[in-house]
């Protein structure tokens, strides 16, 4: 999901710098709430193991150039049904801050762009979960079709932003278009294996009831939310 230097470039990038923006201010509307509910202990360690693990996903696990961008395994749907979507947001943000300044400081200038294309999915998704599962359903009790329902809606946000930056670049010519089909086409792989692993975790967590009240997950892991 790193748009390539010099796809967007000039005065254009301030657009992503706006959206990013946009994002951003919404995250710290839900941060807000969700500490006045939670308290900041459970907020701020969820937070922190986000950080880690994006930066994680970022560094460790395999990434190829694709297209117009790269394919991460960037697990957002995971990082949600165990962080909540504030402390996934933000982990996503400065993970990825993190990664770019210690290793990859040539994708900074296009971080707007980038973390767009990784919070907005997220919070897209945070509305379809709202939508899709029942206040009183945990997480541990999902059903296949549902975590991949939030898998697929996450990983088409992330390549729709990617395509958008893409063509507002570029514009619609054979060679943005073709690029973009090759990124889309690698991020349905990204789905499937993103929803068989949300699947084991969530198996694997309800076998570990010690986590249940524990601050290192949302509660909403182990029960539903009230109706």
């Known amino acids: 999901m790193h748009i390539e230097p ?25 941060t807000w709430e969700n500490i006045r509910e939670k308290g900041v202990t459970s907020f701020f360690a969820r937070t922190v193991l986000s950080i880690i693990t994006v930066f994680a ?4 696990l395999p990434h190829y150039p694709m297209g117009v961008s790269e394919v991460h395994f960037i697990f957002g749907s995971t990082l949600f049904l165990l962080f ?16 770019g300044m210690l290793f990859a400081p040539i994708d900074l200038p296009q971080y707007g762009m980038n973390v767009t294309s990784l919070i907005a999915p997220l919070l897209a998704m945070r509305i379809i979960a ?11 009790d999902l059903e296949y079709k ?18 958008f930056w893409a063509f507002y670049g570029m514009g619609f010519t054979q060679e943005a278009i073709q690029s973009v089909r090759i990124f889309g086409g690698a991020y349905m792989l990204v789905v499937l294996i993103e929803s068989i692993v949300d699947m084991a975790i969530l198996a694997v967590a309800k076998n570990l009831r010690g986590l249940h009240g ?5 509660s909403r892991v182990f029960q539903g939310a009230p109706v």
């Open 84 to 99: 909540g979507a504030a402390p996934a947001a933000i982990g996503l943000a400065l993970g990825l801050l993190l990664q």
């Open 214 to 218: 524990s601050p290192f997950v949302q």
């Open 130 to 140: 709202e939508r899709t599962i029942a206040k009183g359903t945990a997480y541990v």
């Open 146 to 163: 549902q975590a991949l329902t939030l898998s697929a809606t996450y990983q088409a946000g992330v390549v729709a932003w990617v395509a």
């Open 6 to 30: 010099g796809i967007v470039d000039g005065a254009k990038m301030v657009l992503g710098t706006a959206t990013a923006a946009g994002s951003i201010g919404f995250v710290a509307k839900l």
């Open 57 to 60: 996903f970022f560094q460790i």
